[in-house]
């Protein structure tokens, strides 16, 4: 069954701590995407990556750094120069010439 | 002014009736307009994807592209309960890596 697993579903942070939020896809896509969602916002872009091995910085990057060593997974680390990471955050995935298809996220808080 | 507005309602409308959601934009430059729903605590799931203007119809929902306007719309027909959910809107110019500007998003709700 192909899709994006995002986990874990709910993550809670500690002041001071970094925290790594996972997707993996088995859509065999080149392009993966990570997203922060606040209530009444749309979706503001990360971090994404187009091939392996490479990755550019979205609209809100500080705070936040990811790796792609693997086509299929994207992890996503919320370090503790974020200072307000309370959020929602998405992952998705797009083959060429197609739309971006999500995970189910992940919620963080902090404790 | 942001790139793509969209009214966060709540919307609220009975069951059966028929819905329409909009997007308004301000670069000439999209061609590519996308509608997706978005339930609670659940990740977007695409319903339309459509290039350039025109009409798009799947079932009961429509999309509609007029790029003189800068407006996109998504009807839904026969509205249930279970379309009660949040519909954003996202568009690209198809550069920018596909890149996608989003609106806020409209909150739905179907009234039994």
């Known amino acids: 069954d192909g899709g994006i697993t995002q986990s874990p579903k709910y993550l809670f942070r500690k002041e001071g701590q970094n925290v790594t939020l996972s997707c993996e896809q088995n859509?065999?896509?080149?392009?993966m995407y990570w997203y922060r969602q606040d209530p009444g916002q749309g979706l503001r872009l990360i971090y994404y990556?187009?091939?392996?091995?490479?990755?550019q910085k979205g609209d809100i990057a500080e705070g936040y750094s990811v790796s792609r060593e693997k086509k299929e997974s994207f992890p996503l680390t919320v370090t503790s120069a974020q200072k307000n990471p309370t959020a929602f955050y998405l992952c998705?995935?797009?083959?060429?010439?197609?739309?971006?298809?999500f995970g189910d996220g992940t919620r963080l808080s902090i404790l | 002014q942001k790139e793509v507005e969209q009214d966060p309602g709540p919307l609220s409308v009975p069951e059966g009736a028929i819905v329409s959601l909009n997007c308004t934009y301000s670069?000439?430059?999209?061609?590519?307009f996308m509608w997706y729903r978005q339930y609670s605590r659940k990740g977007p799931e695409l319903l339309m994807y459509?290039?350039s203007s025109g009409n798009k119809e799947d079932g009961r929902f429509t999309a509609q592209v007029d790029k003189s306007s800068k407006y996109i719309s998504l009807f839904i027909r026969d509205s249930q309960p279970s379309d009660s959910a949040t519909y954003l809107c996202?568009?690209?110019?198809?550069?920018?890596?596909?890149?996608?500007?989003w609106g806020a998003g409209t909150k739905l709700i179907i009234k039994p």
């Open positions: 459509t290039y």
């Open positions: 996202a568009m690209s110019d198809g550069d920018s890596n596909y890149q996608l500007i």
């Open positions: 670069n000439s430059a999209f061609q590519y």
């Open positions: 990556s187009q091939i392996v091995n490479d990755f």
């Open positions: 859509l065999n896509h080149d392009a």
């Open positions: 998705a995935s797009r083959g060429p010439n197609q739309p971006q298809h």
